[in-house]
């Protein structure tokens, strides 16, 4: 899978404008950034146009720092040989700071980016906007990024965003607009949320980060809280089998059957739990369930449990540890009161992992789950898609701040992390993933052929089977997000959700493989 290797944390816009900020107080100067950000995006474009002499670039430059990258990006390219033009939204001279310097760096001429034309181009350098953009693109600069886009569908030539296709909200991921559609993304010191959130992450091409001289430790003072879901973000927190543990060491996971016409889902879900490293799974089935569930089972036990009091005392056993519920259960009444007692107060820190059907059946009460949540001793991690997200937080319906800023599906997990006081895994090709204390990962890239039928079900076993091992909650369901897309990934084409559980065990051969 072409995860990263990116730097773990992600910033917003606001975030990196510190980071310059932090660095060029420390007396680092601005253009002296922009000088090194602007040969990361010359070498970006050797890279395409492996022949330099003669190939033609058309470097389009925005008002602010990120043309200011446009005009020294454009110098250093001049001297390499290749044949550049420059077109600006705005005159060179009416710019201000460093984006004016930079652009006296340019002594060739400036053309106006709204008639330029892309005869013979070879390569475009998109410079015109980065991470300042404040607001939706409209009159002729959308024009332009529209032409620029049609350009690029009609030639295959390629285009290089300087640090984010011009359009996409660097916080949000969404498109301002219009979007420029880039082949590659070349961004500084840390990607920003909006590389990896769609649909902007759609627009980016491929993703690679430079170092321009911005120093780590101004992370320090900006303390990030969002993170790309790669090992290096909770690879410390995995929990490995040692040599004189026993199986009750990793815990002892119990998933809930659906009725007799419903038992698949949770068996998907069980064998993953134990794939994902539970020592021990429970099937707990209804009565009526037990003679479909038993000939499809093997290292996964089964036992009878009716009902709330059947789970009751099931749940007697101190080490069962974990519950998860949900696939197959089955919309309804029956299925609350089963939530509610797995999230029953106990003694003990039991972890219970909702999903589907047992979300789904609070759609009209999200109240009382969240009580029920407040109320449990233990972590609870809910792994809602968007049908069972918009369902459950339908409160939230705005889709714009006051300053009419797009609100990222980062943003609405966070939200409903802190709302209803679980970690909110929110499925989809850019899982996101949020705790209520307002930690956050995204998902760099997961395979298309992971929308198939149960494989939610085989995610929901996952996070069972890292939390009965007694992962750190958040580091878990992180984790479980990874291993899912990595066993996709290692399968490839022609996926179904059976195949996810069999590649696990290549996930966890690469987790092992990686120091801590
Ligand atoms: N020294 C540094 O800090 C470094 C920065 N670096 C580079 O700088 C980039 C950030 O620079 P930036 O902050 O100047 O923002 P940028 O994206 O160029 O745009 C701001 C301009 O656009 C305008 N504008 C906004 N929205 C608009 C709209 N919808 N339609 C029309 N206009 C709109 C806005 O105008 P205003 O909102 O003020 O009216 C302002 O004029 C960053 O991505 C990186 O590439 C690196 O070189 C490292 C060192
Ligand atoms: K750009």
Redesign the pocket.
């Known amino acids: 899978m072409p995860l990263g290797p990116y730097p773990p944390e992600l910033l917003t816009t606001a975030q990196m404008?510190r980071a310059?900020r932090l660095t060029?107080e420390s007396g680092v100067a601005?253009m002296a950034?922009?000088e090194k950000?602007a040969a990361a995006i010359a070498a970006a474009a050797t890279a395409f146009l492996v022949k330099t002499a003669g190939r033609r670039v058309l470097v389009l430059c925005?008002?602010?720092?990120?043309?200011?990258?446009g005009y020294v990006a454009a110098r250093i390219l001049r001297s390499q040989r290749f044949k550049v033009r420059v077109a600006a939204l705005t005159p060179p001279d009416t710019l201000h700071g460093?984006?004016r310097l930079a652009a006296t760096s340019w002594d060739g001429r400036v053309e106006d980016a709204a008639t330029c034309d892309f005869k013979g181009v070879d390569l475009v350098i998109d410079a015109l906007?980065?991470?300042?953009?404040?607001?939706?693109?409209d009159g002729p600069?959308a024009e332009l990024i529209l032409r620029l886009n049609a350009w690029r569908e009609e030639t295959k030539q390629k285009i290089i965003a300087?640090?984010?296709p011009s359009g996409v909200d660097g916080t949000s991921g969404a498109i301002?607009g219009v979007a420029v559609q880039a082949d590659s993304t070349v961004t500084?010191f840390r990607l920003k949320c909006g590389h990896l959130l769609l649909p902007g992450r759609l627009r980016c091409g491929t993703i690679s980060c430079a170092h321009?001289g911005i120093r780590s430790n101004v992370l320090e003072k900006i303390q990030p809280q969002t993170f790309v879901n790669e090992p290096a973000a909770w690879r410390d927190a995995l929990r490995l089998p040692s040599v004189e543990g026993h199986k009750y060491a990793r815990g002892h996971a119990v998933v809930i059957s659906g009725g007799a016409s419903h038992t698949g889902a949770a068996r998907l879900s069980a064998l993953a739990a134990l794939r994902g490293g539970a020592g021990l799974v429970t099937l707990a089935t209804p009565q009526e369930a037990f003679a479909v569930n038993a000939p499809a089972l093997t290292a996964v036990m089964l036992r009878v449990a009716d009902g709330p009091a059947g789970l009751s005392a099931l749940l007697e056993d101190k080490r069962k540890n974990v519950v998860a519920l949900g696939p197959g259960l089955g919309v309804g009444e029956a299925s609350c009161a089963l939530v509610e007692t797995a999230l029953a107060p106990s003694p003990e820190r039991r972890a219970v992992v909702l999903d589907a059907d047992a979300l789904t059946s609070f759609a009209l009460a999200p109240d009382r789950l969240r009580e029920a949540i407040r109320a449990a001793p233990g972590p609870v991690v809910l792994t809602p898609h968007g049908g069972e997200f918009a369902r459950l937080f339908h409160g939230q319906r705005w889709e714009r701040t006051i300053s009419g800023a797009p609100i990222s599906k980062l943003e609405r997990t966070r939200d409903a992390a802190r709302d209803i006081g679980a970690i909110v895994i929110f499925k989809g090709p850019d899982t996101v993933v949020a705790a209520p204390d307002g930690r956050a990962s995204i998902l760099a890239e997961a395979s298309p052929w992971l929308a198939t039928a149960g494989s939610g079900d085989v995610l929901t076993g996952i996070v069972a089977g890292l939390l009965a091992q007694g992962m750190e909650p958040f580091a878990a369901a992180s984790c479980a997000v990874w291993m899912h897309a990595a066993a996709a990934d290692d399968f490839g084409a022609g996926l179904i959700a059976d195949d996810i559980i069999d590649r696990l065990p290549a996930a966890w051969r690469r987790l092992v493989s990686i120091q801590p």
């Open positions: 404008a310059d060029i601005g950034l922009m950000a925005g008002p602010g720092n990120n043309g200011g990258d460093d984006a906007f980065g991470t300042g953009l404040a607001r939706d693109l600069t300087i640090d984010i301002r500084f321009i």
